[in-house]
């Protein structure tokens, strides 16, 4: 699981993880879309991971967004 797609799927789908975090699902879906997840981002990720008890292995990629 390495891609934003394949995080956001296992984290149950695009509307769950924008719930979950408090944006729009068409924030997170432009997540799928452009293959970055912003580098601000990955922290509630990887928390919304824990709490779902779900290993993530995020590392910071060039594909990963500063912005």
């Known amino acids: ?3 934003p797609s394949d995080i956001i799927e296992a ?3 695009t509307v769950a993880v924008a719930v979950a975090l408090d944006l729009a699902p068409t924030t997170v879906s ?3 879309s452009s293959g970055s997840i ?3 981002r990955i922290p509630g990720i990887e ?3 824990r ?3 779900i290993m993530l292995n995020i590392a ?3 594909s990963q967004s500063a912005a």
């Open 38 to 40: 912003p580098k601000w």
């Open 30 to 32: 432009s997540w799928k």
């Open 1 to 3: 699981m390495d891609t």
């Open 47 to 49: 928390a919304l991971a």
């Open 60 to 62: 910071q990629r060039p």
């Open 11 to 13: 984290l149950g789908g």
């Open 51 to 53: 709490e779902k008890g």
